[in-house]
């Protein structure tokens, strides 16, 4: 069975925004599969006579696509049989965890759902700036703006309760009520698995020592 719209779910938020962590938290679900980042699919998209396809040689040029040891075709990959690939069992539900091409995603997933992850701009460069990537936070943070002007300018397109906004200070802060939230909107029930994630990854628990004025912080209502 491939992989559909309507089955898959997508994680959208910048990079730095604690996606890795709500990744491992949803692998964790048993019914749930987050191979990782998955940018691949959009970087390299491209429409087809046949529907949307991946460009291969592209794709086996991608050092994250080569590290999932997915398989590509030649020529062209269809994009449903490339998410179908990359579920380990057809019984889990497929979630996509992307940083960019917020557009593109619509295009091809007009009906998929999709998860907002927004995390405050200061701590998004503070953490650049740990990375190494960025040496002040003017230059931290101008990814997490290009990311977050993506999303508004396709927000408009998305149908209502097809997304929801989740904040990387709920999850931190919040965890068990956060993840139900979520899982309610995938569609699945909650599992407590899910906040056992950091004993199978280098991961550690949520710690809210990563949140810029935790304190002060208060949860916006449902």
Known sequence: METSPASAVFVHGALRSGSTMLRLMLG?????????ETDFLLDHLRR????????SE???EDRIFRAKGIKADAGTTPLSQLMARMLPDKALMLVC??????????DAFPGARVIHLLR??????????GMGWAGNAYHGVDHWMATERAWDSVAARLAEGQS???????????PEETLDRICR??????SRAMLDYHRA??????????????????????
């Open 48 to 55: 087809t006579p046949d529907g949307w396809a991946c460009d």
């Open 120 to 129: 405050d701009p200061r701590d998004v460069a503070r953490s650049s700036i």
């Open 201 to 222: 990854s280098t991961y550690g628990e949520p710690d809210p020592r990563l949140i810029a004025h935790c304190l002060l912080y208060t949860s916006p209502s449902p």
């Open 185 to 190: 909107f995938i569609g699945v029930p909650y």
């Open 97 to 106: 965890t992307i940083h960019r091409n917020a557009d593109r995603l619509l």
């Open 164 to 174: 929801i906004e989740v904040r990387y200070e709920d999850l931190v802060l919040q």
């Open 28 to 36: 964790a679900h048993e019914g749930l599969h987050d191979p990782g």
């Open 58 to 60: 592209a794709l086996e």
